[in-house]
């Protein structure tokens, strides 16, 4: 059976369950919500249809909407226009799992390893869908390469760690355990499987110890759970829309129709009033075409208050820089050097601004 006729059987066994159920007034907030970033992403693409991001983009919009076949069917046209493409190998991947086709997983990470062969997570992700297969030694050398471009990963040591318990491999198990409860010791799955190990080994008391620890854990990570607020489904479909926006806004930008991208860019901001990255970019924008310079100003100010980054400080220095309020825009520059004093670009523009009031006190004096 083919991957296409795989997501067809499931799409068809899903939608005969939906028949039988009503729908909630939640679920039909989502469909809406689907249809809404559906339309937004068939527009973008109706006006590029030689752009891989647009196909990506609606692949991405079917997805969401349990459309797989359909996401398919755009992921692929986007490889097509552009292969060198792993996020859409990676989606491709994602949509796989979720049906429990691990084969087709496998060979989709596979093609994104090839286009990037040193990226970080592909090899960690094709190792888990490689143990799902329980092709333990395929999937063990996958989380060694993983380990290696990843070596501060906690979960890395604990996957190799489990197929070495597995494989009854435990002296190897035990130490990538060990290794595994050093870099993230908050991770309870690694005291039980390190606990199951020194029992094999006949090490009893060091076992009852981390079983006494696994349980302690869990049970405080179930606590938060309940104690975390969780977004409301509301947040959530509001967030989406956003991102609609703001990817039907990045591919204009590609295409370089500033008009089209300022368009969605608002788009989103206005939908979401939490939206970080198109305020950013709508800074950037206004700045570097010298419009709008009083509403990018507003808009930075802003976007350090929900995201006070350095990257954002540096936004809100150029912002107040172009509405002459130099010594709030040296200000907001200080502040981008405290929290990346590395980064040699934020360091340099502060001490011009150093250099230009020193000049200017100098001039008084005269």
């Known amino acids: 059976m083919s991957c296409a006729q795989g997501f067809v059987l499931l799409g068809v066994v899903v939608g005969l369950r939906s028949l039988l159920l009503p729908a909630t007034a939640e679920e039909d907030k989502a469909k809406e919500t689907d249809i809404y970033v559906l339309k937004i992403a068939q527009d973008i693409l109706n006006r590029f249809p030689n752009d891989a991001e647009a196909h990506f983009n609606l692949g991405r919009a079917h997805g969401r909407a349990g459309r ?17 493409r792993p996020d859409i190998y990676r989606a491709l991947a994602t949509l796989a799992t979720r049906s429990d086709r691990e084969e087709d997983a496998v060979e989709f990470l596979q093609e994104a ?24 030694d395929e999937a063990l050398e996958a989380f060694k390469t993983e380990k290696e471009l990843s070596p501060n990963d906690p979960y890395v040591c604990i996957y190799m760690g489990e197929i070495y318990l597995l494989q009854d491999r435990l002296e190897q198990a035990r130490a990538a355990l060990e290794q595994g409860l050093r870099l993230g010791p908050d991770i309870a799955q690694t005291y039980y499987s390190l606990a199951q190990v020194c029992a094999k080994q006949g090490d009893r008391q060091r076992a009852a ?13 179930e606590r938060r759970a309940d104690e975390i607020p969780k977004p409301e489904d509301a ?12 990817d039907a806004g990045r591919v204009f930008l590609l295409h370089n129709d500033l008009a089209g991208a300022e368009h969605h860019f608002r788009k989103a901001v206005e939908i979401d009033p939490k ?13 570097r075409t010298n419009r709008n310079i009083h509403q990018a100003l ?13 990257a954002n ?23 981008a050097v405290e929290l990346e004093p590395e980064n040699a670009t934020y360091r340099k523009r502060y001490q011009q601004f150093l250099d230009a009031k020193q000049a200017i ?3 008084s004096e005269n």
């Open 68 to 84: 797989y076949i359909d996401a398919i069917a755009a992921f692929e046209r986007g490889l097509t226009l552009d292969p060198n």
């Open 113 to 136: 390893i090839k286009l990037v062969p040193k990226a970080p997570n592909f090899h960690e992700r094709l190792g888990l869908a490689l143990l799902h297969l329980g092709r333990l």
């Open 209 to 221: 110890e981390l079983l006494s620890t696994f349980r302690r854990l869990k049970a405080q990570i």
């Open 235 to 246: 947040e959530q479909l509001t967030r989406a829309k956003s991102a609609a926006h703001r």
């Open 275 to 287: 939206e970080v990255p198109c305020r950013a970019q709508l800074v950037d924008m206004f700045l």
């Open 298 to 310: 507003v808009l930075a100010r802003s976007l350090v208050d929900l995201a006070p980054t350095a």
């Open 313 to 335: 400080y540096d936004l809100l220095s150029w912002a107040l820089h172009e509405n002459k309020r130099f010594d709030e825009a040296m200000e907001a520059c200080r502040k």
């Open 361 to 363: 006190s100098s001039q």
